[in-house]
């Protein structure tokens, strides 16, 4: 399917973006699941409690909404291990297919500090099912047990090992699970010329410092979820100081040239809205040829309530799309 056909309506070229008024009117089927997970989920706060009780309350929260989920011709547990570390893998099979064939690796969200495959069932699910690949979750180590450049490093592994059986991969993720898959493919163009990555997908992701204005301003008071607050705690809790200006921690700092081919899909109510719409334009004025789907009243995370939020599902049937396209070129 030609790139083309999935870029994104008027009004998001680097002049345009300037002059961009941030809405704030949640889609009314989002905002009706939002409520009843709050209801559900009570008055605490799972972006202030302890990390591992922070990972618990989401999972909590996840399941509630793990219902009418796609199903599965096969999921299959295996591990890899790096430096010492049990690094859990997960494939999803939506079908029988070939061994050869190109596989996903999907790296979740959760500001590198929580999150796993079981929390992101629903969008592993949905991408197998849409794109047709098998696709692999990878539980890659956790700050702060596991700071920066753990995570980076889990990843790094898992997609070499792959590679070793497969002539090309397509990795993908959400939110720091966006930041990690961007930053290994830096890592593989400068190492081996890129070779192996066939595109990347990257939901909502974290591509630069939070800076004053624009979607930070407009939406990091947390009320459509994710906030500046929660944000900050997640980097202090992964990333060393002086890494600030670091392309590994924020690759918006790094070079963008000669990139595989990018799915760039930004939740307009996001405080992270920005750096999808920043990245895209980056990405082009390098010369790497990326594509950005702007998902009207959504919020960060919304590609979890998949199973019940139709433009949820509709986003990843075009991001599976986009995967089964780069898998057959």
Excluded: K
């Amino acid at each position: 399917m030609p790139l083309g056909l999935f870029d994104s309506s008027p009004g998001f070229e680097p002049d345009a973006f300037a002059s961009y008024a941030y809405p704030r009117e949640l889609d009314p089927q989002l905002a009706q699941l939002l409520e009843a997970q709050r209801v559900a989920r009570g008055p605490v706060d799972r972006y202030a409690v302890p990390f591992e009780e922070g990972r618990r309350l989401l999972l909590e929260e996840r399941r509630r909404g793990q219902t009418g989920l796609p199903a599965m011709e096969a999921i299959q547990e295996s591990a890899l291990v790096v430096q010492g570390r049990p690094v859990g893998l997960r494939w999803y099979r939506a079908r029988a297919g070939a061994p050869q064939a190109v596989p996903l690796v999907y790296l979740h969200g959760g500001g590198w500090c929580v999150g796993a495959n079981d929390t992101h069932d629903t969008v592993l699910r949905h991408l197998a099912a849409a794109s047709g690949l098998p696709v692999c979750g990878v539980d890659y180590s956790l700050a702060p047990e596991h700071p920066f450049p753990a995570a980076l490093d889990d990843v790094g592994a898992v997609v070499d090992a792959l590679l070793a059986r497969h002539p090309r991969v397509i990795l993908a993720g959400d939110s720091a699970g966006a930041n990690l898959a961007l930053v290994d493919a830096m890592r593989r163009r400068d190492a081996w010329a890129g070779q192996g990555i066939a595109a990347l997908l990257l939901f909502y992701g974290v591509y630069a410092p939070m800076g004053p204005g624009g979607s930070v301003a407009a939406y990091g008071g947390g009320e459509f979820g994710l906030s500046t607050a929660a944000q900050r705690r997640y980097l202090d809790a992964y990333r060393p100081a002086g890494l600030d200006d670091d392309p590994r921690v924020f690759p918006l700092f790094g070079a963008l040239d000669a990139l595989p081919q990018a799915y760039l899909l930004a939740a307009e109510l996001d405080l992270l809205f920005d750096d999808s719409v920043r990245l895209h334009h980056a990405m082009a004025a390098a010369g790497s040829r990326s594509v950005l789907r702007v998902c009207r009243g959504m919020n960060h995370g919304f590609l979890n309530h998949a199973n019940a939020l139709p433009a949820a599902a509709q986003a990843l049937r075009e991001a599976g799309a986009f995967a089964s396209a780069a898998a057959s070129a």
